[in-house]
């Protein structure tokens, strides 16, 4: 009887398979072999003379007439079995991988089913048997660092490989400085270590691993010694007072990863100038991580252009500016930090809500919040504050005072006649040293 074999590619999980059939057995296979591999072969039956009767299947794998695996086993009509053959791990024929190199998959059946089927130029061989894993203790190195590596290759059916492997180290220009040949060890597991010269090629250096005719690469990046960098920072006072006036502070100097740095600082203070060599106050000290400094008032006003007066003597704030400089001992490099520091007659400032009214509504009354803060912006609760509201046409005054709360706030409120065309609005307050700010604010109807 003819037979006719229908080949089936099953894309399942990215699973190629193929079949033998006719109108009385079908026959399903994995389009790939690999060393090492189990291949299980589905064997259906569907008719059988007698019925009843067992059919033998016979399966051999060959690679150039070379018979590489051979299994058999019993079946029957109607009842689905299998038959795993099993690929084994080498000692395979040269160029076994090759299109031109003929494979074979031959089955045989005999017993209540007679049948011959061969599969040729379907069964494709894959002779990446091995999956090899190549580990080192880090990513990159340093020169004159010691690579540490391990290596271990692994078979589909989780057998660790225990022959022989070939290891190369090559540097960027792909010269090979290292070998290590027919290396193998009872567990699997090669360890090897690699010292870096002192002055190696610097970029991606590449590890081999040779097994069985396949290689894998692994790569790692030997880079340049780069002298840790560190961060200088000044942290003082954002304001000074007249009442208190000095500058009060602290010069840190730490690496990147937390280290404190030593050698020499300087800290220099000065007010902004531009039409002549600003006078500075310099401070010179050892450093080890932090410096704390002190400048007095009396210094600071030394700073200020006698030209221009007290720099106490206004709120507006008259900036004073912080550098320090920081040399490490080793390596003599130096690194800067700077800050800046505002000093004001009172401490405290008296500021006009942004969400109050732009005007008001005659006749009806006219509420507005005062914020009571520090010149840094931080409030001021239990501060006296005085406010006089004078009217106009008629300059009508009324003054009352009133105590800011817990959040550094004041509501004013006046009731605004119909002749009222405008009003003016004025707030004092003093600090804990009797200096005095004020506020002033004109507010028209609508």
């Known amino acids: 009887m003819a037979l006719k074999i229908i ?9 190629d398979a193929y079949a033998f059939s006719n109108n009385s057995y079908l026959i399903t296979v994995p389009a790939t072999f690999r060393p090492g591999m189990a291949v299980n072969m589905n064997i259906l039956i569907l008719r059988a003379k007698p019925p009843d009767a067992a059919v033998t299947v016979n399966a051999t794998f060959l690679i150039d007439s070379k018979r590489i695996t051979t299994a058999s086993g019993q079946f029957y009509a109607g009842q689905t079995g299998s038959l795993q053959l099993q690929i084994p791990s080498e000692g395979f024929p040269e160029n076994s991988v090759s299109y031109q190199t003929t494979k074979h998959l031959e089955v045989i059946g005999s017993g209540g089913l007679t049948f011959n089927e061969t599969k040729s130029r379907s069964v494709k061989f ?33 057998k660790v490989h225990t022959g022989k492997m070939t290891l190369t ?16 060890t009872a567990s699997g597991v090669v360890s090897k270590d690699f010292e870096l010269s002192s002055q190696p090629n610097i970029g991606k250096w590449k590890i081999s691993v040779d097994i069985e005719g396949q290689t ?55 007010f902004p100038c531009y039409s002549r060599e600003c006078e500075k106050y310099e401070l010179n000290f050892e450093m080890d991580g932090s410096h704390s400094f002190v400048i007095s008032k009396e210094r600071i006003t030394k700073l200020y252009p006698y030209s221009y007066g007290d720099p106490y003597s206004n709120n507006y704030g008259y900036q004073v500016v912080l550098n320090a400089s920081v040399t490490e001992k080793l390596t003599q490099k130096t690194y800067f930090g700077e800050a800046t520091v505002k000093t004001y007659k009172s401490a405290v400032a008296l500021k006009y809500a942004e969400s109050n009214p732009k005007a008001y509504k005659a006749g009806f009354p006219f509420q507005a919040l005062i914020e009571v803060t520090r010149p840094d912006g931080s409030p001021v609760p239990n501060i006296l504050v005085s406010v006089s509201s004078t009217t106009y046409p008629g300059s009508q005054e009324l003054s009352k005072a009133y105590t800011s709360d817990e959040n550094g706030y004041v509501i004013f409120q ?7 065309t405008s009003l003016n609005i004025n707030a004092k307050a003093k600090d804990e040293f009797g200096e005095e700010v004020t506020l002033f604010r004109r507010v028209s109807k609508f």
């Open 7 to 15: 080949f089936y590619v099953l894309t399942l999980f990215i699973l």
């Open 126 to 158: 894959v002779k990446k048997g091995v999956t090899i894993y190549v580990q080192t203790d880090k990513g990159i190195y340093k020169p004159g660092q010691t690579v540490h590596m391990r290596i271990v290759a692994v078979y589909p059916s989780l």
């Open 169 to 184: 180290i090559s540097d960027p220009k792909n010269n090979k400085l290292a070998m290590w040949k027919d290396e193998n």
């Open 216 to 270: 894998k690469e692994t790569t790692f990046e030997v880079k340049e010694y780069v002298l840790p960098k560190f961060e200088v920072k000044i942290v003082a006072n954002s304001y000074a007072s007249k009442g208190n006036g000095e500058i009060r502070g602290t010069v840190t100097a730490k690496y990147t990863y937390g280290k404190n740095v030593e050698g020499k600082a300087k800290l220099s203070a000065y």
């Open 414 to 420: 006046r009731t605004i006649g119909e002749d009222v």
